[in-house]
């Protein structure tokens, strides 16, 4: 008889995990009284914290020592509060890599994963459009503040690893503020965009373009991916939307795109993916159950369902990048000439 081998095992980690909202707490609560920002304009002691964000001591105290204990502060060699280095470079409010819309993006629905069992439970049927089907510009230009923060970083990201020099009409499906396609026609010349995106959103595209000066070489389409027809082009990139939809709506649309392409063109799919043995990364996992908050048929996707999804639809040279390794992935494929 062969002997098991013994995992040995404490409460450690579901201790962790069962108290990881405590983080996430701490986290809102210094973007609120702005802490790296006074830490970055000098309060270097907890005295000076106390002071500039309005709290008492003790509070101050008790904030900072968090804040050092998630490396959100450091101390100096000569004991004086600095900013980590992410908190110096993404929650420095009036700096432009400021990231506060995005790190506070799912606040709202903080109340929603505490009903999670509920949620779980619920029998109605979930509705396509999920929490899109009823947007408003308001809500959208929220939304997109969030976005942009960060994807400006990814747009230029991209740009750096595709090349579309040569590349006429890029489609940007679910586009939102626009960061792929403001960066692609400013690195590419000659390329033009379109952002096909909800009604509501392309309002708000329509402004992030005319700040950055694009507002005549980015079109938007104001429509629903999974139902209206796209425009001809010879890129399409996708970003960010795989969780919004179950496996019968991304198979709809990477088709949907394929048609839309000239022959040799090249479609991108920007996403969280789970690996093929579907054991993470959590955050893959954690933005498919976020769809269970607003009703939708959203889920995780894995890496092998996308290139599924490539295949089946003709693309030839389908390969997978780490875009953002553990974070994003980028499949790409090409429609054959
Ligand atoms: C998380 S945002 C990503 C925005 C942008 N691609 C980026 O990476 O910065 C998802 C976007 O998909 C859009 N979207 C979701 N469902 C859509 C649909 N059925 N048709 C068009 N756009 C849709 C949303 O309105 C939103 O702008």
Same mark, same amino acid.
């Given at each position: 008889?062969?002997?098991?081998p013994?995992?040995?095992?404490?409460?450690?980690?579901?201790?962790?995990?069962?108290?990881?909202?405590?983080e996430?707490?701490?986290?809102?609560?210094?973007?609120?009284l702005?802490?790296?920002?006074h830490?970055?304009?000098?309060?270097?002691?907890?005295?000076?914290?106390?002071?500039?964000?309005?709290?008492?001591?003790?509070?101050?105290?008790?904030?900072?020592?968090?804040?050092?204990?998630?490396?959100?502060?450091?101390?100096d060699?000569?004991?004086?509060l600095?900013?980590?280095?992410?908190?110096?470079?993404?929650?420095?409010?009036?700096?432009?890599?400021?990231?506060?819309?995005?790190?506070?993006?799912?606040?709202?629905?903080?109340?929603?994963?505490?009903?999670l069992?509920?949620?779980?439970?619920?029998?109605?049927?979930?509705?396509?459009?999920?929490?899109?089907?009823?947007?408003?510009?308001e809500?959208?230009?929220?939304?997109?503040?969030?976005?942009?923060?960060?994807?400006?970083?990814?747009?230029?990201?991209f740009?750096?690893?595709?090349?579309?020099?040569?590349?006429?009409?890029?489609?940007?499906?679910?586009?939102?503020?626009?960061?792929?396609?403001?960066?692609?026609?400013?690195?590419?010349?000659?390329?033009?965009?379109?952002?096909?995106?909800?009604?509501?959103?392309?309002?708000?595209?329509?402004?992030?373009?005319?700040?950055? #000066?694009? @507002?005549?070489?980015?079109?938007?389409?104001? =429509?629903? &991916? *999974? !139902?209206?027809? %796209?425009?001809?082009?010879?890129?399409?990139?996708?970003?960010?939307?795989?969780?919004?939809?179950?496996?019968?709506?991304?198979?709809?649309?990477?088709?949907?795109?394929?048609?839309?392409?000239?022959?040799?063109?090249?479609?991108?799919?920007?996403?969280?993916?789970?690996?093929?043995?579907?054991?993470?990364?959590?955050?893959?996992?954690?933005?498919?159950?976020?769809?269970?908050?607003?009703?939708?048929? #959203?889920k @995780?996707?894995?890496?092998?369902?996308?290139? =599924?999804? &490539? *295949? !089946?639809?003709? %693309?030839?040279?389908?390969?997978?990048?780490?875009?953002?390794?553990?974070?994003?992935?980028?499949?790409?494929?090409?429609?054959?000439?």
């Amino acid at each position: 008889m062969t002997e098991r081998p013994t995992e040995r095992v404490d409460t450690t980690r579901l201790q962790h995990m069962a108290r990881a909202f405590t983080e996430t707490a701490v986290l809102w609560a210094a973007l609120d009284l702005s802490l790296f920002t006074h830490v970055a304009g000098g309060a270097d002691t907890t005295e000076a914290v106390a002071a500039a964000c309005g709290i008492r001591r003790l509070n101050a105290d008790r904030l900072v020592t968090c804040a050092l204990a998630l490396d959100l502060l450091r101390k100096d060699t000569e004991g004086r509060l600095v900013n980590s280095p992410e908190s110096e470079r993404f929650l420095v409010e009036g700096t432009p890599s400021y990231a506060g819309a995005w790190m506070r993006f799912t606040r709202p629905d903080a109340p929603g994963w505490m009903q999670l069992t509920e949620l779980l439970r619920r029998p109605e049927e979930p509705r396509r459009l999920g929490m899109y089907g009823d947007l408003t510009v308001e809500a959208a230009r929220a939304y997109h503040e969030a976005t942009y923060s960060v994807g400006m970083g990814a747009g230029r990201r991209f740009c750096r690893q595709v090349d579309l020099s040569g590349r006429r009409m890029l489609l940007d499906l679910g586009g939102g503020s626009g960061a792929y396609s403001i960066n692609a026609v400013q690195s590419f010349p000659g390329l033009r965009a379109t952002v096909l995106d909800l009604p509501a959103v392309v309002v708000v595209t329509r402004e992030f373009c005319t700040q950055h #000066g694009v @507002a005549d070489l980015v079109d938007t389409i104001g =429509g629903d &991916f *999974t !139902a209206d027809p %796209f425009p001809s082009c010879d890129a399409v990139v996708m970003a960010s939307n795989l969780p919004i939809y179950d496996e019968v709506n991304i198979a709809l649309v990477v088709r949907k795109a394929f048609d839309a392409l000239d022959p040799g063109g090249e479609m991108h799919l920007v996403g969280e993916m789970l690996d093929d043995d579907g054991r993470g990364p959590v955050d893959a996992a954690m933005w498919g159950m976020q769809e269970i908050l607003y009703n939708s048929g #959203g889920k @995780a996707h894995t890496r092998g369902q996308v290139r =599924g999804y &490539f *295949t !089946a639809a003709g %693309f030839v040279d389908v390969t997978e990048h780490d875009f953002i390794p553990g974070v994003l992935v980028r499949t790409t494929g090409r429609k054959p000439v």
